[in-house]
Structure formats: C-alpha cells, structure tokens
C-alpha cells in the first residue's frame, strides 16, 4: 500500500499502527451507529445481516482509515511528509507538463502538415 510509509524505525511503526487502532475504533463506534440507523436495530449486534452490498462501503472506510492515520502520523513525525509528496504530482505542475506536451504534439502535427501539403 503506497499511503503506508517505509518506517525508519520501530517506534515510528508502533506509532503508526497506534494511531490506525485508534481511529479504527472510533470508526467501528460511528459505523455501528450508521448500521443501527440504517438497518433500524435489526441485526445491530452482529454484522452477519449485513448486505454484500455494504463491502465496498467498508472497503472505503478502510482506505480512509489508511489516510487519516498517516495525515496525522505525518504531522507527529515530519520526516515522512517528503515520503507522500515524492510519490504524488502537484496538480499545477501536471497541469503545465500536459499544455507543455499538448502544444508540442499539436506543433508537430501542424507541421507534419505543411510537409505533406508540398
């Protein structure tokens, strides 16, 4: 999973999965609420009744999980914010990058154009 960090230390993996326990928690908390509402009470002990339908809910409650703990782990251990921001593009710089390519591609084909017309 490219959101989980190559820890640099023991500690700052038992952090990591410190944090994710704890938001995991808080989430079963909201998520068994949500399922109480949802499902009025029926079945609210056991997740047995849930819809097979509901697995991708979970599955985007976990991916959640994932980037909320490593926001905070980033902000308890600094030195990994330049791990995520290697990884991503800035959204202007990709920007600049296609009209760049675009403009390039579009020259190109202007002038394999001309050639031809000759």
């Known amino acids: 999973m ?9 500690e700052d993996e038992t952090l990591f999965y410190d944090i994710y326990e704890e938001k995991l928690i808080q989430y079963k908390f909201l998520l068994d609420k949500v399922r109480e509402v949802m499902f009025d009470g029926k079945g609210a002990g056991s997740y ?5 339908s509901m697995v991708d809910v979970m599955q985007r409650i976990c991916r959640e999980l994932i980037y909320e703990t490593t926001e905070r782990f980033e902000k308890e251990r600094p030195d990994y914010k330049d791990y995520r921001d290697s ?6 710089e990709l ?3 296609m009209k760049i390519a675009l403009s390039e591609a579009q020259q190109k084909e202007h ?8």
Do not use: A, H
């Open 95 to 97: 920007k600049e990058t």
């Open 87 to 92: 990884i991503f593009v800035n959204r202007n």
């Open 48 to 52: 047995m009744n849930v819809p097979g």
């Open 111 to 118: 002038l394999d154009q001309f050639s031809l017309d000759k």
């Open 2 to 10: 490219s959101d989980i960090p190559n820890f640099k230390s023991p």
